[in-house]
């Protein structure tokens, strides 16, 4: 059949179709590999793709849990690539607690609803939508591009991002910087739209505290008590006020909200970065856990009967430090846990940190004000993590750049990985608009 230009839908007309079609196609990642995996999206993803003429290659880390990648040639092949990244999978979603089904992907009142409309489904549609339009139409991006849906990056991307950039590096050759979630939308601050574009990320150290003592009759006297020294340390690091340490990404956010609210920012003074924190609104939940490390113990086990001073205790806690400074966290919690209680990893990322500017950030801030002219933009960092961190591992610089123009009584920050997920029809097509001319620029 041979494709008519004018019947064939653009990436504007086309993208909620596609964020609704991966919706329904349920991704849930437990973590503990009982879901359905990502397979059938990818195929659905490799199918959009082989419809325009491109050749992706799909790879499973394991059985069921697929990745796509496929490389567009850009109009100078001679500059670095830059990758695209999506993740398919999403978080489990208790249907009982939604007002729709998670996975019908209901269009109401002007928007998506569905698990994954946030994150990011709705970023993986806006890709796809913009790449087919460019290759339909006979564009080329700017440079290389490297598409990359992957798998598993709820759980970490330890069988997506991170097996992807550690057995198929071929496929990233090449690339310095990278784009994807959680940045890139709308807020509202003292009544202008702002975008946050997230330029850094807290590292994580998910880590276990292993008390040892002397075991022993309950009834007996023990000064060398793992529980109590278990619990001593489990409530130094608990209650520990970690200081103010504001980032480069931080200041100049909060330099950012001070301009444009009048409000004063002192760096050394927390009740002036506090209202700066608050005036992001329901953003302010994310910003608000960048302001310096935190630790907070989240499991305890030790014992098995009341009569019995067990001979070790353990803990875990969820420890986030700031990037750059992690050596420093180290050196805290090593002081706070004390002499009778060893700190294991668990699991440990690197965070992430590059300056807001540059051309690609240029590009991001051309590209969101060319199409919503007055707006803001603004860099902040991600308290959590994305597959960037993955990507780091390869030399890629990456920012968190999904652009969709929000309703600024839209709580969005609070839909991710929360119930009723939603986003606008109005936004979906907005960041095709935006991907569009940065891909065409950058
Ligand atoms: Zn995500």
Redesign the pocket.
Known sequence: MTADVRTVPSAEDEVVDLCRDLIRIDTTNPGDGSGPGEREAAEYVVGLLQDVGLEPELFESAPGRANVVVRLEGADASRPALVVHG?LDVVPAHAADWSVDPFAAELRDGLVWGRGAV??KDMDAMVLAVVRQMVREGRRPARDVVLAMFAD??AGGRLGAHWAVEHRPELFAGATEAIS??GGFSVDVAGQRVYLLQTAEKGLAWLRLVAQGRAGHGSQVNTDNAVTHLAAAVARIGEHAWPLQLTPTVRALLTGVADLTGLPFDPEDPATVDALVDALGPASTFVGATLRHSTNPTRLAAGYKENVIPGGATAAVDGRFLPGLSEEFDATVARLVGPHVRVEDLVRDTGLEAPFEGALVDAMVAAVVAEDPGAHVLPYMLSGG?DNKSLSLLGITGYGFAPLRLPADLDFAGMFHGVDERVPVDALRFGTRVLDRLLTTC
């Open positions: 993740h994150d990011m990056e709820e979630e959680v994305t």
